[in-house]
């Protein structure tokens, strides 16, 4: 998972190298241009480290998996960040040529863009609902029946696959592997019988 994220954030650097066949000179730095933008990447900065201090005082078992996904995220970051703030005076730079995703609407209008970030927003609020109410196997196994089948109209077999797929790795790796200490839910709150029942809730 952390190889597939990896190459996504990267594609656009392969594109620019062995696709388009450009000549990058990795240590090509300019005068450090900053802009408002940079803001938004320096304040998620701030919340990942405090969301590592804070993780260490949580037990063993809990620290791992958000311990090494925080400090990932903080290392992309710190690297397209500092990549575009040292490389805006370059000639023929633009933002999201390298470890960043640049926006490409492909022809869709900019309302239509717009609304279909507002109702995915709103199908992830629905699945934070719904691990509060039932713990992330229902939720997650929700979420992509809702989106897949009936937002998205996929086939039975596919939306199947996904389920039982998301539903293994949650199940295997994160809770069994990782022993991650799952919030309660209200399911759990009322029922405590469950919990060793029902998993991750």
């Known amino acids: 998972m952390l190889v597939l ?12 190298v062995f696709i388009r066949k450009e000549k990058i000179d990795i ?15 320096v304040g998620l ?13 949580w037990d063993d078992e809990s620290q791992g998996a ?7 995220t903080l290392a992309i970051i710190l690297i397209t960040l500092s ?4 490389r805006r005076g370059n000639e023929g730079y633009s933002e999201g040529s390298a470890l960043d995703l640049s926006s490409d609407l492909g022809g869709l209008a900019r309302t239509s863009y717009n609304f279909r970030v507002f109702e995915f927003f709103l199908w992830l609020c ?6 509060w109410v039932g713990g992330i196997l229902v939720a997650s196994t929700l979420f992509v029946i809702g989106y897949m089948r009936i937002r998205g109209n996929e086939s039975l077999g596919m939306t199947a696959a996904y389920v039982v797929v998301i539903g ?4 295997f790796l994160f809770d069994q592997g990782f022993h991650i200490a799952w919030p309660e839910s209200l399911v759990r709150s009322m029922f405590p019988e469950l919990r060793g029942i029902i998993p991750t809730i």
């Open 168 to 171: 293994c790795l949650i199940y």
């Open 126 to 131: 629905g699945f934070v609902f719904a691990w």
């Open 66 to 72: 958000p311990q090494v996904i925080i400090v990932i």
């Open 45 to 57: 900065v701030g919340l990942l480290v405090w969301a590592l201090i804070n993780s260490l005082g």
């Open 27 to 41: 240590f090509a730095f300019s005068a450090p241009q900053f802009r408002i933008t940079d803001m938004f990447a």
């Open 5 to 16: 994220a990896a190459l996504s954030l990267l594609q656009p650097l392969f594109t620019r």
């Open 83 to 86: 990549n575009a703030i040292f």
